[in-house]
């Protein structure tokens, strides 16, 4: 697939654009080069290529200055920006039918990211990682996903994560210190995969906001988002074929 193939939710753009007011950066010199409608973010269910919001966010980290860019972006994420997909998981009935939406459903609302679970021997791997070569953005969005997880994690399950392990393909820099704040955990760098390892008996631990009857009706409306994101993809394939 290419990158711009992929879908993104304007959720995503919009804590980015809003990430940056709060440096004063102007949602112009944000949008440049993007052809984003800034219209788009007026409505209620909006989506933008990969390749758009790779660009923007190109555009933030080069005014935004700072080497946790990235981390900064994850604290801004919560379970309301992934939409209907969060609402799911979060009144699903454990962790496990929750991560499972996730990972039934994310392509419906960020396809620039792969993410893959195996549960082995008594443990849970869980690896992510941007498959595109969007250069020195690549492990600033990787640790925009691992800290907004974490937060996200966290409000899941009404509580800090247990301890967990955490590898990164990325060097150390100083700005993964907060990474405590988010997880109990013992933090590798430079690993050849980004991971996030725990124990399987985590999956079985009760959401405090599960409901069955509301996490069905979140479930039709993911369902249908996935298949309007098939079209979306399927089409360009189509016509490169012709």
């Known amino acids: 697939m290419r990158l711009e193939d992929t879908i993104v939710s304007a959720n995503y753009a919009t804590l980015m654009l809003r990430l940056c007011e ?3 950066i102007p949602m ?8 984003i409608d800034p219209e788009i973010f007026t409505l209620s269910s909006a989506f933008i290529t990969g390749k758009q919001f790779v660009q923007l966010c190109q ?6 200055d700072d080497p946790a860019f990235g981390i900064h972006y994850g604290l801004e994420l919560s379970i309301s920006t992934h939409g209907m997909v ?23 609302i960020f ?10 021997g008594g443990m849970v791997i869980f690896d992510f990682d941007i498959p595109f070569n969007v250069g020195v953005l690549q492990d600033k969005m990787i640790d925009g996903f691992l800290i907004g997880f974490g937060s996200v994690a966290n409000f899941l399950l009404g509580d800090r994560i247990p301890p967990v392990r955490i590898r990164l393909r990325s060097p150390y820099n100083p700005s993964y210190d907060t990474i405590p704040d988010f997880f109990d955990a013992n933090v590798e760098f430079e690993c050849k995969k ?9 999956l079985e631990i009760s959401l405090p906001a599960a409901d069955p009857q509301t996490v069905l009706v979140a479930r039709e ?8 994101v098939e079209v979306t993809e399927t089409f360009p394939d189509q016509v490169r074929k012709n």
């Open 86 to 108: 969060g609402f799911a998981a979060m009144t699903s009935p454990n962790l496990r039918e929750g991560l499972d939406i996730m990972m039934r459903y994310y392509k419906s």
């Open 59 to 64: 555009n933030a980290l080069e005014l935004y």
């Open 28 to 35: 112009p010199s944000v949008l440049k080069g993007t052809d």
């Open 194 to 202: 980004n991971e996030l390892i725990f124990d399987a008996n985590l």
């Open 221 to 228: 409306h993911c369902d249908h988002l996935m298949k309007q």
């Open 22 to 24: 709060k440096k004063s």
């Open 111 to 120: 396809s620039l990211i792969t993410l893959n679970l195996n549960e082995n």
